[in-house]
């Protein structure tokens, strides 16, 4: 009789995890990784950062080496995979073939969402989702004088900040009247928007994208009030689509991601989703939701090797969330949706460094910090242990944070 | 080429080869020493890579960086010689170095 075989659709984040989680958790049976892209699992989140304007390569962003993969007896295979056949119990590859699964996990990520206006697919008009993206993106930069972002949401503005290092002048246009405004408070959307004009990125809010112009190769971004802007390359960054299909067409329950509970799995008991694709039920917040975050990723996929190898570990994890831009070191801790306040340590309005605390019903829910590393640690832990901090002495920048964790956790009303 | 060796909290040791130029946290991973997430990938962004030197070592490696005492420091398994593994990187002068992990990674 063969060995049990797990099979992970999708290279990335989570896979890596799983392979990490399942051989930790005991599975002894094969572990083959599908991927479409050609490498290994690498990181992502540096391609907006480092990788953008650095000299790093991918073998440098791999979130582990192969030595591990043969070491813990994964076989990597750069497939992409076109089809479930759940009857059958087998997967169907691009190459032709198909392989049987005993459990299968679905880290298919998510693909950036297209403008859907002329001149979208004009020659300098780039996504940024992978390598081959930021390769073609690179390519261009020891010509491109004058980019011009879509979208000023984290990856957005990240990459703004990448391209003003290079010394290429900048424009981020953004429909909505505030920089992240989908993610933050006002305050801390005030102070992005600073500290980018300081940098002397060109930031336009409020303004709708009507279409690229150019031959073959982007000449300026065209606004739907007639504005032109010059711009030899275009970077796209308006979110994200979960890549769902697969599910889908298997027919599984899909719904904002493919739908799967506390451990990761979908209405299929053999198969299960994780990281960006998946919308799972939350024990800690006792409720749905789709995040899309390297720590949800990697807490997904080591619920699903606790289910896979028997021992239960629901998804429960608080999710957390960084972000680099320029000497801006941001990390967020928590969930802010459902604050009812917001307390500021530090001044956004001037200097480069603050927090800024969400709390709802008194507790703290979560908290955006802006080179205050202290008070992210502290946040992961208040949160974590629901406390509700002392107001005044929470805003004052002279009381010791470690003061507060000592705060009694208040039962609710 | 040496070795590095990373204690679990229940004591349980794991010896990793020494990859001159690599981070702690990245030769953890690599062998799959439980214990160290690395989850932020090195960025001294996230803290789930926090190990304690042994006391022997610690003149050798070297004490904390501000930027890791804030990162570490609300711990509270944090002692004098926490540090990121991440922040370390491993060289021929750390061959036989021992660090010991916290119970937990926060
Ligand atoms: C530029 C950028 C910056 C980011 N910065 C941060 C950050 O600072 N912090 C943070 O927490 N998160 C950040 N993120 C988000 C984070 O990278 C994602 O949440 C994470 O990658 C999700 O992991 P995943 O495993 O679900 O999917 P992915 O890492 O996207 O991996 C999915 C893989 O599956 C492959 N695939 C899809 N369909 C198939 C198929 N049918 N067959 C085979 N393979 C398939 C895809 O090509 C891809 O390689 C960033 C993302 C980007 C793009
Ligand atoms: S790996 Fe994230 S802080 Fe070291």
Not at chain 1, 251 to 273: K, M, Q, S
Not at chain 2, 34 to 61: K, M, N, R, Y
Request: proline residues 5%.
């Amino acid at each position: 009789m063969g060995r049990d075989r797990v099979i992970v659709v999708g290279a990335g984040h989570a896979s890596a995890q799983l392979c990490v989680s399942l051989r930790q958790g005991g599975w002894e049976g094969e572990i083959v990784l599908l991927g479409d892209e050609p490498s290994l699992p690498y990181q992502r989140p540096p391609l907006s950062k480092t990788f953008l304007h650095g000299t790093t390569t991918l073998t440098d962003l791999l979130i582990r080496g192969p030595e591990f993969y043969e070491k813990e007896d994964v076989t990597f295979r750069h497939a992409r995979v076109t089809g479930i056949d759940r009857k059958a119990g087998t997967v169907a590859l691009d190459d032709g073939d198909a392989l049987s699964y005993d459990r299968l996990v679905l880290c298919t990520g998510a693909r950036p969402r297209s403008l859907a206006v002329p001149g979208a697919e004009l020659a300098g008009v780039h996504a940024l989702r992978d390598a081959a993206d930021i390769e073609a993106i690179r390519g261009t930069l020891r010509t491109a004088r004058r980019a011009v972002i879509v979208g000023a949401g984290y990856i957005g503005l990240e990459a703004a900040a990448s391209l003003r290092k290079l010394g290429i002048e900048v424009a981020v246009l953004e429909v909505a009247d505030r920089v992240l405004q989908r993610v933050t408070a006002p305050e801390v959307s005030a102070f992005y928007d600073r500290v980018h004009r300081e940098e002397g990125v060109d930031l336009r809010t409020g303004v709708g994208v009507a279409g690229f112009e150019g031959d073959r190769h982007v000449r300026a971004v065209r606004l739907t009030d007639g504005t032109e802007i010059p711009a030899d390359l275009v970077v796209v960054g308006v979110g994200v689509l979960p890549n769902v299909e697969l599910a889908r067409d298997a027919g599984l329950a899909v719904e904002n991601g493919i739908l799967v509970d506390e451990h990761g799995r979908t209405d299929d008991p053999a198969i299960f989703a994780a990281g960006d694709c998946a919308n799972h039920y939350d024990v800690r917040y006792a409720t749905r939701m789709r995040l899309e975050c390297v720590a949800n990723a990697l807490e997904h996929a080591k619920a699903i090797a606790g289910a896979i190898c028997g021992k239960e570990n629901p998804i429960s994890a608080l999710p957390w969330f960084w972000s680099d831009q320029y000497d801006l070191k941001l990390q967020i801790a928590g969930l802010s949706t459902g604050h009812d306040e917001v307390l500021l340590r530090g001044n956004p309005a001037d200097g480069r460094s603050f927090a800024c605390f969400y709390l709802a019903d008194g507790r703290l829910i979560a908290a955006d910090c802006v080179n205050r590393p202290k008070e992210f640690m502290f946040s992961k832990r208040a949160i974590t242990q629901e406390l509700a901090p002392d107001r005044e002495l929470l805003a004052d920048p002279d009381t010791p944070l470690i003061s507060l964790l000592q705060t009694p956790a208040r039962s609710a009303p | 080429m040496g070795t590095i060796t990373f204690v679990e909290h229940d004591g349980t040791p794991h010896q990793v080869e020494l990859e001159d130029g690599s981070s702690l946290m990245e030769l953890a991973t690599n062998h799959g020493v439980p214990g160290i997430d690395g989850d932020c990938g090195g960025e001294a962004s996230c803290g789930t890579c926090h190990v304690i030197v042994d006391d022997a070592w610690i003149t050798t490696t070297g004490t904390r960086t501000d930027l890791e005492s804030q990162m570490v420091e609300m711990s509270p398994e944090c002692g004098p010689n926490s540090r990121l593994a991440c922040q370390l990187r491993a060289s021929p002068a750390l061959d036989g170095l021992t660090v010991h992990l916290p119970e937990f990674q926060m």
